[in-house]
């Protein structure tokens, strides 16, 4: 959730932006990437919270998805805590 609301800054932050066709782009994306760890962190969702997060809350099923990239580095980060 941490991360959700991190990204939700920035997409606030990018309303800043001087160029409309660059900030309003820029504030969706990372909108919704902060709105679905959010989503992620209160519904508890294991995957991938972009791709299916808010699909699961929506459908009110569980929508499984995989994230191929991180997969390595959240193994590397459990194994640390």
Do not use: K, Q
């Not at 800043?16 to 504030?27: G, K, Q, R, S």
């Not at 209160?42 to 998805?65: F, K, N, Q």
Request: aromatic content about 14%; glycine content about 12%.
């Amino acid at each position: 959730m941490i991360v959700g609301f991190g990204w939700l800054m920035v997409a606030w932050g990018s309303f800043h932006v001087p160029v409309p066709a660059i900030a309003w782009p820029l504030a969706l994306v990372a909108g919704w990437i902060g709105l679905s760890h959010i989503v992620a962190g209160w519904i508890g969702y294991p995957d991938c919270p972009e791709l299916g997060a808010i699909a699961t809350l929506l459908s009110r099923r569980y929508v499984p998805t995989r994230c191929g990239p991180w997969v390595a580095l959240d193994r590397w980060l459990e194994s640390r805590s």
